[in-house]
């Protein structure tokens, strides 16, 4: 059999494979569930829809925070398992070549995780290549990193945003923050709790995110469920949408100001381009009502909206892999 190649976005919510040839294969969360911290019992989506439900020996865990891996031997058990069950549909991935893409912004030996976690799963590869995070997604979302243009990305994600500013094809500036779409989710529980007593989980704070008209003029109320702290017992209310706003928008402040500090230190020609051009704002979290406008407003640059926000990363990886002309955005380890 044929070996394969594989593209990977190892994102702290999701991990989304390429498969060159075919497309996406594999989209899920980046969840693992294991039976008294040992056993895994099940993995991404369907150990994502356990979590806040299940008994105290089962642990429901993100292996991967903030970007990097937080826990290298829970990945590895999670990409062990993803890797068995896309065997039984793909055939084997032994001797399978691996194109990585990892954020910019962060250590050697983080970066290096990354590379150690493929290296040493079951899968034993041929050879792994690895991809600066920003140089994939900008081509995903929809630019021409080659060419003279200056470019500004904001990727703001599960538990990062990713600013950058990309010239030439390759990266002129670059910041990982640590906020992204579970802090707006949090924003939002503190709020609930401080204005109602009420005590809302994580997925319906994330309901809420994305039901709720947060950022823009046209607010909508919602219906939400959770524990009242001061009784103890389940309610139900209507919260004010103006509510879910403030709690969005001090998290969305936090990106702002960084874009400004990331466009103070642009060097000018390239600053008059991204004047010119616009902000690409892409990631998840992209996707919160009224945010491209919110941004927008507040650096006084245009924010060009990106078709696939979720995708733009593995998107431009999997171009990155189709075609020769990337290979200076290539590094063989
Ligand atoms: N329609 C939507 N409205 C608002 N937020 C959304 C929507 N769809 C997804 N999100 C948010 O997007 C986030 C996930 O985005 P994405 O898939 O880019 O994350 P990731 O790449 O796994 O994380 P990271 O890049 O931080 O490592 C989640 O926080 C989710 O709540
Ligand atoms: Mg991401």
Redesign the pocket.
């Known amino acids: 059999m044929a070996a394969k190649t594989l593209g990977i976005?190892f994102?702290?919510?999701?991990i989304k494979i390429y498969k060159k040839g075919e497309g996406i294969i594999y989209d899920q969360k980046?969840v693992l569930a294991a039976k008294n911290r040992k056993t895994v019992i099940a993995i991404g989506n369907e150990a994502f829809e356990m979590s806040g439900k299940v008994p105290e020996y089962i642990s429901v865990e993100y292996p991967?925070k903030g970007?990097v891996i937080a826990s290298f031997e829970k990945m590895l058990s999670l990409f062990n398992c993803i890797f068995m069950d896309l065997t039984r549909e793909y055939g084997r991935f032994k001797g399978s070549q691996f194109y990585i893409a990892i954020p910019a912004d962060i250590t050697e030996v983080e970066k290096k995780a990354f590379y150690d976690l493929v290296d040493s799963s079951f899968v034993r590869p041929k050879k792994i290549r690895m991809v600066d995070k920003p140089i994939a997604d900008a081509l995903g979302a929809g630019t021409d990193i080659n060419n003279s243009q200056g470019v500004m990305l904001v990727?703001?994600?599960?538990?990062?945003t990713?600013i950058s500013v990309l010239s030439l094809g390759g990266i002129v500036l670059t910041k990982l923050l640590n906020v992204?779409?579970?802090n707006?989710?949090e924003a939002i529980i503190s709020a609930l709790r401080r204005r109602y007593n009420l005590l809302i989980g994580s997925k319906t704070a994330?309901m809420c995110?994305?039901k709720a008209v947060t950022l823009n003029g046209h607010q909508k109320s919602v219906v939400v469920y959770g524990r009242d702290v001061v009784t103890g017992l389940p309610r139900e209310r209507e919260v004010d949408s103006e509510l879910i706003k403030q709690g969005v928008a001090e998290q969305a402040d936090i990106i702002i100001d960084n874009i400004r500090k990331i466009l103070e230190r642009t060097p000018p020609e390239i600053a008059s381009d991204i004047f010119e051009r616009g902000i690409h704002l892409t990631?998840?979290?992209a996707?919160?009502?009224g945010i491209a406008d919110y941004i927008s407003l507040s650096v006084k640059l245009k924010v060009n909206s990106v078709t696939d926000?979720?995708g733009s990363?593995i998107n431009g990886l999997a171009e990155i892999m189709e075609n020769d002309k990337y290979s200076d955005n290539i590094t063989e380890m």
Not at 11 to 14: A, F, K, L, Q, V
């Open positions: 976005d994102g702290t919510d999701s980046t991967i970007g990727d703001i994600g599960a538990e990062t990713e992204g779409g579970k707006f989710d994330e995110k994305k990631g998840g979290s996707k919160i009502p926000t979720s990363v």
